[in-house]
């Protein structure tokens, strides 16, 4: 009898942990002076890292995000970006220049691999 209560507690507990999600691929376009800039996030909650790709430049970077309900931070620099999990909002913050440019991003849909 107490093993049942005990794997029915263990059971209601796994339920209630959240399970973390693979990680997720975002393509931002942000409107900036010069036209729009095409910025790429790996948001890896469970490892609490983020990469930004920024396509044009070249640059690639692995930073450590941090992961809210409603939104993402991402300290990098020179720019931070704040992402918004609710509606997919950007906004890229420039502190040294005194510039914030605002965008929005779409989840890239996820293609079978062949490894």
Known sequence: MAMLRMLTILGALAAATPAMAAPVYLKCS???DGGPLQVNF?????????????????????VRG???????LVPRDPSSFEISRTDLSVVRSTP??????????????FRKRAF
Do not use: H, Y
Not at 52 to 58: E, H, L, Y
Not at 66 to 72: A, E, G, L, N, S
Not at 96 to 109: A, I, N, P, S
């Open 30 to 32: 942000i409107e900036q």
């Open 42 to 62: 790996v948001l890896d909650e469970e490892t609490s890292r983020v990469a930004v790709i920024i396509p044009k430049t070249g640059a690639v970077d692995q």
């Open 96 to 109: 040294m220049l005194k510039t914030t440019d605002r965008g929005f991003c779409k989840v890239e849909e």
């Open 66 to 72: 941090t992961f809210m309900i409603d939104r993402v």
